[in-house]
């Protein structure tokens, strides 16, 4: 999706902006889906230049190189008949890859440089595509969309979101503990929320929808009783 209207202005944005594993992907998916609006994972963008630089073996440290993999990665999405979520990196499919706890620390490393995320602007502003959009992120509703109609922060405690993010991964079959993912995921919040640069936070506008204790239809009714009756 990469031609934005030359007005896209008018066309409506949901952004859903959280921490990992608030649920973020899930609901803005539903959601979305039940609106029959275009749906951007921000996140896999940032997991897409990771898993690229990685593959090119760049230097993280060596800043242009990785500001021209934001720039000359191809990433792009398609639904598998299951529903699920592909993402292709250079015509590659990555889904697997990208959904690792390594490639999010890595995408949080390399989003906390300002170059890197001005690489990545444009690429998302151009998803705001008629009907409509929901946007899922951490800095959706404050830096990309600032100006989008509907605005949600997704949060849930630490233990809780750790507890989902172990019971997503023992159902693929990937060998972790708790207690790791509990430490990766206050690790990944400090370092999204604190650094200088679009850090995690609620915009002022925004609507905060604690998840503690509640299931994934109830989030989504929620969300949606935040739009106008359709
Ligand atoms: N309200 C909820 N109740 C229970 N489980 C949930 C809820 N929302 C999401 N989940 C589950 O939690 C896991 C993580 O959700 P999801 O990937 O949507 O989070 P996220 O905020 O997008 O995370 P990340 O930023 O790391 O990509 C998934 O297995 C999902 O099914
Ligand atoms: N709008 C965004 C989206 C993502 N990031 C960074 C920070 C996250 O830790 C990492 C992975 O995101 P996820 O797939 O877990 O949503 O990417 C960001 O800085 N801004």
Known sequence: MNNASSDSSTIPVLTIDGPSGSGKGTISRLVAQRLGWHYLDSGALYRAVGVAAGWADLDLADLAALVRCAFDTRIGFRD?????????????????????????????????????????????????????????????????????????????????????????????????????????????????????????RPAEDAVRIDTTGLGIDTVVEQVLALLPAR
Do not use: H, W
Not at 139 to 161: C, H, N, Q, Y
């Open 80 to 200: 598998d008949p299951s529903g699920e979520l592909r993402v292709l990196v250079n015509e590659q499919d990555a889904t697997d890859e990208l959904r690792t706890e390594t490639a999010g620390a890595a995408a949080s490393a390399i989003a906390a440089i300002p170059e890197v995320r001005a690489a990545l602007k444009d690429r998302q502003r151009a998803f705001r595509q008629a009907p409509g959009l929901v946007a899922d992120g951490r800095d959706m509703g404050t830096v990309i969309f600032p100006d989008a109609p509907f605005k949600v922060f997704l949060t849930a405690s630490a233990d809780e979101r750790a507890e989902r993010r172990y019971k997503q991964l023992k159902d693929k079959g990937v060998c972790v503990t708790l207690d790791g993912l509990l430490r990766e995921i206050l690790a990944r919040d400090a370092r999204d929320a604190q650094r200088a640069v679009a850090p995690l």
